[in-house]
């Protein structure tokens, strides 16, 4: 079992910053496969970012590339999503999710574990 703790969301001006942080416990956090998601009102969860356990690979979602670092701390069972030039379409619950099978999953239903997500809204 691995227990993920979303925290870092809130309310910020587009064009703004954040930075979401995700704490596991429970099983070896650097045998898995770390990734974020994010959910808006009324539509499906979607794919972020996601890095490998290493923290050598990373992949994003097109419409996050370039403004949105994944990153990962082993030592200190850390998972991060660094949002920089926040977009109001930005605006979800985001939640991080652990792997323990594929190097770099980019789907949903390749996560074992979730966490209970947190509120990022942008305004405009």
């Known amino acids: 079992q691995v227990q993920l703790v979303e925290s870092g969301g809130g309310l910020v001006q587009a064009g703004s910053s954040l930075r979401l942080s995700c ?38 979602s097109g419409s996050v590339k370039g403004r949105f670092t994944i990153s990962r701390d082993n030592g200190k069972n850390t998972v991060y999503l660094q949002m920089n030039s926040l977009k ?33 809204t942008v305004s405009s």
Request: net charge positive; glycine share 12%.
């Open 88 to 120: 109001p379409e930005d605006t979800a619950v985001y939640y991080c999710a652990a792997n323990g099978g594929a190097p770099i999953p980019t789907s949903a239903f390749e996560y074992a574990y979730w966490g209970q997500g947190t509120q990022v």
């Open 23 to 60: 704490a596991a416990s429970g099983r070896t956090f650097s045998s898995f496969a770390m990734g974020w998601f994010r959910q808006a009102p009324g539509k499906e969860r979607a794919f972020v970012a996601a890095i490998a356990r290493s923290g050598t690979i990373t992949y994003y």
